[in-house]
């Protein structure tokens, strides 16, 4: 019997390398990658389908409102949002998905889906994030400062995930994410079917 994958969300302030660590888990394991929808501007180098799915706001608003996102949240001043189709089509494959969005879409998808995966990534301390989002070289100082602040709001978060990865290298992060998909794997509450291998 096939089984359905697992929906794994990852949060975290803007600078603490979820984009980065992400890359890594899709190379890795059965993954499959949720593409997101925003309003925001591309950044140099980003790809439509493959980076998000950029949008204007009127068409954002439109999916919205015919219940085609999973999540939605607004952010410095852009909507993000989780087109549904894909995810539930890929979970059914038995791909685990993973999520990458802000706390406020986390946790509406958690009273959707109650047992998806939540991990927060951060980085090492606030100095270190700073210095992430300084050599981005993408935003002006008021918007790094914005996201810092920010930052600090979301650590308030932290209690209602059930994992916090340090993402101090990469390669160590994706492998904490990969141990922690696999221990939920193994759950009692996730093969329950098991016990017909035994009738």
């Known amino acids: 019997m096939k089984r359905e994958g697992m929906l794994v969300i990852i949060s ?3 600078g603490s390398g979820k984009g980065t660590v992400v890359k890594e888990l899709v ?6 990658l949720s ?9 140099t180098g980003e790809i439509e389908g493959v980076h998000y ?3 204007d706001k009127e068409t954002f608003e439109k999916m919205k409102n015919q219940n085609e996102l999973l999540e939605w949240a607004e952010f410095c001043g852009n909507y993000y949002g989780t087109p549904k ?3 539930e089509q890929k979970m059914a494959e038995g791909k685990n998905v993973i999520l990458e969005i802000e706390v406020q879409g986390a946790l509406q998808i958690k009273k959707l889906y ?3 995966i939540l991990v927060f990534l951060v980085p090492p301390d606030i100095k270190e994030l700073e210095k992430r989002l300084t050599q981005r070289g993408t935003e002006d100082k008021q918007t790094i400062n914005r996201r810092m602040n920010r930052a600090i709001e979301e650590m308030e978060f932290v209690p ?3 994992y916090i990865v340090i993402n101090d290298t ?3 992060a994706a492998e904490a994410i990969c141990a922690i998909v696999k221990a939920e794997s193994m759950k009692s509450s996730r093969n329950i079917n098991i016990k017909q291998n035994f009738i």
């Open 53 to 55: 799915y950029f949008y």
């Open 35 to 43: 593409v997101s929808a925003t309003t925001r501007t591309p950044r």
């Open 12 to 14: 975290g302030p803007s």
């Open 170 to 172: 990469v390669e160590a």
């Open 160 to 162: 209602q995930y059930d």
């Open 114 to 116: 109650s047992d998806c």
């Open 27 to 32: 190379q890795k394991e059965n993954f499959a």
């Open 85 to 87: 189709k894909y995810v």
